[in-house]
Each structure stands twice: as C-alpha cells, then as structure tokens.
C-alpha cells in the first residue's frame, strides 16, 4: 500500500510553487507519492466566489504537463470533478483508502489550516484516520494556534509541520489569474488602436518570452 498525500486545491492554475512545495512536503514526510485532486470549477466559481476559473478539462490538461515530467513522485485523480456534487475531502479520502488501496494523509498549507475550525467537516475524523501534514507559512503561527485552541489541540497529536523553504517563492493563483486578465487586457487595447497588420507585426516580434 503506497504512503501518499492528498493535495486538494483548485489548481487554477497549477503554479510552480503547488509542484516544488508538494514535492518538498513528499521528501521531508517520506511518502511515495503526492495526489493533486482538483476541485469542480462550479465550486470554485459558486462557492470559493473565485473572479474566474479554468474548466475542469483544462485544470486536467495542465495537472498532466506536469505529471509527464514529474510522475516518478506524482499523481492526479478527476474523482471530485466527476462526483456529482462536490465531495468534502473526507469523503475523497475514504475512496482512495478503501477504493484505490492507497494510505492517504492530507496535505495542506497554513492558511487552509487556519479555516479548518470554522470552515471544514469531519476535522477530527480526517486527523485521527489520516494526518494531517501542514505546509508554514510566514504570515501564519501554527504553532501558536495549536497552543491557544482548544480545537487544534485536539488535533495536534495528528499534525505534522513541516518548515517550507526560506526561499520559496510561494505565489499565488489568483496572482497568476489577476496577471493574466491584466495582459489579455492590455492586447485588447493594443489590437484597438493598430491596423491588423502592425499589431501581428508587434505581436510576433516583441511580445515574446524574455
């Protein structure tokens, strides 16, 4: 039975950090594998309240350009895209326990660690049966939460921390998003006020990877 973490997120899209983190939280937890589980765009648009997301084929599309280069410690599963309703991760967690014969533990960061008191179902349940593995983060004390809760000291037997890299550059996805809908604006303004030929012209010789 192989040691895997479940890593829930809406990967929309996919960042650099998501990858090298997950990696990284794989070596220090000596787990086989990490699971990438994507959330339905439906829920993150109606229920995250998210500006925009990446259908649910794309989101796949991009999990499986990076599982090609990393699949010697990666996986992905569309089982919650194509639930019916969007399952809570207990739920997931169960499946790939009992369905896919894997041993799962959640992985996590800080700020979703943080939610989980007011925000998440079956806590106690997934810390118990499973573990959970945390992700620091500057901006959140875990260790001070831990101590002042009496929730998360209930939990606290079941967590493991583990430390991020001092020079993770841990960019967001919805800085990503924000970026993209900047540069598609700013085409738009550029194919408004050139001639079809001089924007194609401008387009193909300078808007190119530096």
Not at 80 to 94: A, F, G, H, N
Not at 128 to 141: D, M, N, P, Q, Y
Request: net charge negative; proline share 4%; hydrophobic share 35%.
């Amino acid at each position: 039975m192989e040691k895997v973490l479940a890593f829930f997120g809406a990967f929309n899209p996919p960042t650099k950090a998501h990858v090298e983190l997950a990696k990284f939280a794989a070596e220090k937890t000596e787990r086989d594998r990490v699971i990438f589980i994507p959330s339905k765009s439906e829920y993150i648009t109606t229920e995250q309240k998210k500006n925009f997301s990446f259908s649910d084929e794309e989101r796949l599309d991009m999990l499986y350009e990076v599982y090609e280069k990393n699949s010697d410690w990666m996986l992905f599963t569309d089982h919650d895209i194509l639930s019916e309703t969007q399952p809570r991760s207990y739920e997931t967690l169960k499946w790939l326990r009992d369905e896919k014969d894997y041993d799962p533990t959640l992985l996590i960061g800080a700020d979703q660690f943080f939610d989980m008191e007011e925000h998440w179902k079956n806590v106690p349940e997934i810390a118990k049966e499973f573990g959970i593995v945390v992700l620091t983060r500057r901006a959140f004390s875990i260790d001070a939460i831990m101590q002042h809760s009496a929730f998360y000291k209930e939990i606290k037997p079941h967590v493991q921390v583990v430390e991020t890299p001092k020079n993770t550059r841990n960019v967001s996805s919805s800085w990503i998003r924000n970026n993209m809908i900047e540069v598609q604006e700013r085409l738009r303004y550029l194919k408004t006020d050139l001639t079809p030929e001089i924007y194609d012209y401008i387009k193909e010789c300078y808007l190119y990877e530096i």
